[in-house]
């Protein structure tokens, strides 16, 4: 089989909907789609369904494909998820604001973050408000210089035993979890023309929210220290 470098997969998953669709990397042209429905007494994640699913979708998926599906973006549309805000302020002396002191800021957020909600990963990072000199802005201006400045942040996150679960079941079939996202955050950014959530989670990905906060891993951080301003190391 080629090289997995033409296509993305993602799946989403409710208490009782599995769907998989895979795109073209470069265009996001449906390749392949499938979904399964199914009954469900309560609201729990059903995990069960999950690892059937993949288990009788996968290598015929991977056979029509001529190709390995080796990662997943995961959609998760369910209840279990907890949010968090957070608010930080910073002294800044009448000096333009700099990369390194909002980096510290959302640093220090990210970590307080994680005090908080111990046991749980964070799935989505936002700014929601920059408070400069007691006015407040939703994106950040550009060249300005401050006596002070805060930054309103919310946090979107889930228990490390479900995502360990999730790749538990993905290693079953050679597969690891890419990234997973909120199906109601991603949701929040519908419009008239565009519901496909599978669609907007590749824009979310992409950065479709210049105030979401990515938080990349040292291990596979090659380029610059920060290349684009909204990247955190974890």
């Known amino acids: 089989m080629d090289k997995n470098l033409e296509f993305d997969t993602y799946l989403f998953i409710s208490s009782n909907k599995i769907i998989i669709s895979i795109n073209n990397k470069k265009s996001f042209e449906t390749i392949y789609k499938k979904e399964k429905l199914f009954s469900n007494t309560n609201n729990n994640l059903p995990f069960e369904k999950f690892d059937e699913f993949l288990n009788d979708n996968i290598f015929l998926i991977e ?31 009448d000096k333009m604001i700099s990369q390194q002191n909002l980096n510290y800021l959302l640093n220090e957020a990210k970590n307080q973050c994680k005090k908080s909600m111990q046991e749980k990963k964070i799935i989505h990072m936002i700014i929601d408000n920059y408070l400069i000199d007691n ?14 400045f805060s930054l309103d942040i919310s946090f979107i996150c889930l228990k490390l035993n479900v995502v360990e679960k999730f790749e538990q079941i993905l290693k ?13 955050y991603i949701e929040s950014f519908f419009n008239e023309e565009d519901k496909d959530v599978f669609n907007m989670g590749n824009k979310i990905i992409n950065g479709f929210n210049s105030n979401e906060v990515k938080i990349i891993s040292k291990k596979i951080h090659k380029s610059g220290l920060f290349e684009r301003f909204f990247n955190l190391f974890s």
């Open 63 to 93: 056979k029509e494909l001529k190709n390995f599906i080796k990662k997943i973006n995961l959609i998760v549309k369910s209840e279990i998820f907890f949010p968090l805000q957070i608010s930080l302020k910073q002294n800044n002396y």
């Open 135 to 148: 006015k407040n802005f939703t994106h950040l201006p550009e060249q300005i210089k401050c006596h002070s």
């Open 172 to 184: 079953k079939y050679q597969i690891s979890l890419n990234q997973i996202l909120d199906a109601k």
